[in-house]
């Protein structure tokens, strides 16, 4: 009996051993680059035809290749559909349409399955081009809260206490569309003529609703007022990114442009872009941004129309074609695994209207299932531009990063700790946001940026202040 038990206790702690090291295995695999390597590769992935995408992963996995109607050939050591990965493999489109390509542990255990589009080439006219940017809000923008002095010589804030808040916009007034805020004091003067109330439709972040408001006469101005600052548009200097030859539809800035009291995105309602020359620069250092001083030249001039202001730029069609010196003829655009980390060049406007190319480099990638910012880290080499501007500034939102002739994404921020690096975003979303590729992932509801500031080029707050998560948009 001691006997067969002592035989019972071997084998299991020969068992238990055997566990504890399987487990230790696979927590080394987990947490090891390679696992990482490939469990972080999005579950679904664009490239454009005429490129190639590489996984390079030195680790016992397999590659299995789904070649139902397959658009894509895998090129490897070794035989199809199961390919030892002891080295780089790479992905190269045969032809439009979508293929399904299966990593597995040992050739076995299904371990990441990526969904692979294959679309057709897009050639762009690289930007660079210094622009200036006039937005027209949809209604008016609640800026701020304006106390009046009534007759009796008592300050109150009528539309505060109805509940109207910073950041609200003013749709109508009395079921009259406001666009402007001379229109809006006019509407409100009247009624508080008339001993009427004002009937006040408001966008909040939650949705719209209607607020009733009684004007009161003011003292000092003699007119009457409900007691806030309102704005109803926005104007700043920012850069083109590219534009497509033949539609004319171009994208520019990068980011969401926001209103520089409320840090609001604007909804557009309609806008317009023009020329713009840089005049001057003021330097950026360490916790402080720099800046573009940009001058609108004949605003009255039209280069091209506003349509949409997102999250990754403002988009809209061109008047007609910009010449670059730089890029005279449409380049590739690569999708976001066709871009390497390594050196890149910037195009952007230092100096009156030419546009000049700088060094830098793509430090990381983040790849990105849907569409999000920050998918670059970039760093300014380029001694020129560091001595001219101390590195990334505002007014550089949207200057196209061009990497091995093809055009990869746009600048759109700075760290704040370190002036010469920032972020910037995939010519893949950029595209979608325009409409030349098809915009196949709308679920992006989620608040893409924790602070999006302004690009304007009077935004005057402090970097510490304005930049919490700190980045800058630029």
Known sequence: MEKNMK?????????????????????????????????????HIRIIEGETALF???????????????SIRVQTPGSLPIVALSRPVSLEPVKLGQSTVEFKLFGIIPFRTVQVDVLPPIKLIPGGHSIGVVLQSQGVIVVGNSPVLNMQGQYVTPAKDAGISVGDVIISINGIPVQSDNQVAEIIDESGKNNRNVDILLKHTEGQQHV????????????????????????????????EPESHIYGALGHVITDSDTNQPIDCEQ??????????IQH??????????????????????????????????LTANLPNEKYPQAIPVASMSQIQVGPAKMLTVVDGQKIDQFDIEIQKINLQETPE?????????????????????QGMSGSPIIQN??????????????????????????????GIIPKKDRQTARKLFTFSGSFFVDNKRSYEEACPNQTFPI
């Open 7 to 43: 035989r019972f206790d071997w084998r299991f702690n020969t068992r238990l051993i055997w566990a504890m090291l399987i487990i230790s295995v696979i927590f080394a695999f987990c947490f090891s680059p390679q696992f990482q390597s490939i469990y972080g590769l999005p579950k």
């Open 56 to 70: 390079d992963v030195n680790f016992p996995l397999t590659v299995n290749v789904r070649y139902d109607d397959s």
């Open 212 to 243: 009733h408001v009684s004007p009161v006469l003011c003292n000092d101005t003699k007119r009457y007022r409900i007691g806030l600052f309102v704005r109803d548009s926005a104007a700043g200097v920012g850069t083109l990114s590219f534009y």
């Open 271 to 280: 806008g317009k872009i023009v020329l713009a020359t840089v005049s001057g």
């Open 284 to 317: 950026g250092k360490r916790g402080h941004p720099g800046e573009k001083i940009g001058i609108f030249i004949e605003e009255d001039q039209l280069l091209g129309t506003i349509s949409k202001n997102t999250p990754f730029g403002i988009y809209g069609t």
């Open 373 to 393: 910012s920050k998918g670059l880290v970039i760093k300014v080499t380029d001694p020129r531009l560091i001595e001219k501007t101390g590195g990334i500034v």
């Open 405 to 434: 002739d093809k055009l990869v994404g746009a600048v759109t921020h700075v760290f704040v700790h370190d002036p010469t690096s920032g972020y910037g975003c995939f010519a893949d979303w950029m595209l979608m946001e325009s």
